[in-house]
């Protein structure tokens, strides 16, 4: 019964593009929101804009010289991500922050199907 309703709520956070917060051992924390609620800096130093919904609040997380930026399993520069995440406004994807939630340490979205 718990299961169940924990995968409901896990479903329609998803569903209405609510995000969705996990830990994994080292103590990151994932962040999943839609794309288009997430803007990257056009330069190698700034900050990545986080918003958990349309109508919340926009938080910043800082990039480093060794944020990874992933699409699948390829990773990209940092201009390909901003390109895939313009072209892709509803698709969801993850920015993992370091363990002091600082800083983003990886951005990942899925490879896209054709």
């Known amino acids: 019964m718990f299961r169940k309703f924990t ?7 998803l569903a209405t593009g609510a995000a969705v917060q996990g830990a994994d ?10 794309a288009g609620n997430v803007t990257i800096p056009t330069s190698d130093r700034g900050s990545i804009a986080y918003k958990r919904c349309d109508s919340c609040r926009e938080q910043e997380y800082a990039i480093t010289a ?19 995440l313009l072209s892709r406004p509803k698709d969801m994807l993850l920015l993992q922050l370091t363990p002091d939630h600082l800083h983003v ?7 896209p199907s054709f």
Do not use: C, H, K
Not at 7 to 13: E, G, I, K, N, S
Not at 105 to 111: E, L
């Open 7 to 13: 995968a409901t709520l896990l479903l329609f956070a």
């Open 25 to 34: 051992r080292r103590g990151d924390i994932g962040l999943e929101a839609s």
């Open 66 to 84: 060794v944020t990874r930026y992933e699409i699948g399993e390829l990773q990209v520069n940092r201009d390909a991500m901003r390109r895939e």
């Open 105 to 111: 340490a990886r951005v990942v979205i899925a490879a």
